[in-house]
């Protein structure tokens, strides 16, 4: 890596730790040796327990078990209504006449 690659990541490193609304990293950019290590240590543990925090609920969502019971109640022969079926092409006057 070159030094012009190098100066350019740490520039905007700075500048994302400068404008990002995670907590602790600005503390990354501008302070000594010693309080950036502090806090790489604190952000490490932070996001590890995240994740494994994550990792439990996940799991312990994922062993329960579901059941599903489906139970239809009828009766032998079910009871149809009566269907009647009308023709579409309708009654001629000349029927009805006496």
């Known amino acids: 890596m070159t030094q012009m690659e190098k100066s350019r990541l740490e520039s905007e490193f700075e500048e994302f730790c400068a404008t990002t609304s995670a907590h602790g990293f600005t503390y990354l950019a501008k302070s000594s040796r010693t309080v950036r290590l502090c806090w790489v ?23 329960y078990d579901y059941h599903e019971s489906i139970v239809i109640n009828s009766e032998e022969t079910p009871e149809f209504p009566d269907v009647t079926i009308c023709d579409n092409t309708g009654i001629a006057d000349s029927s009805f006449e006496k």
């Open 41 to 63: 240590l604190i952000l490490f543990f932070a996001f590890s327990f995240g994740i494994f925090h994550l990792y439990i609920l996940i799991s312990e969502y994922l062993k």
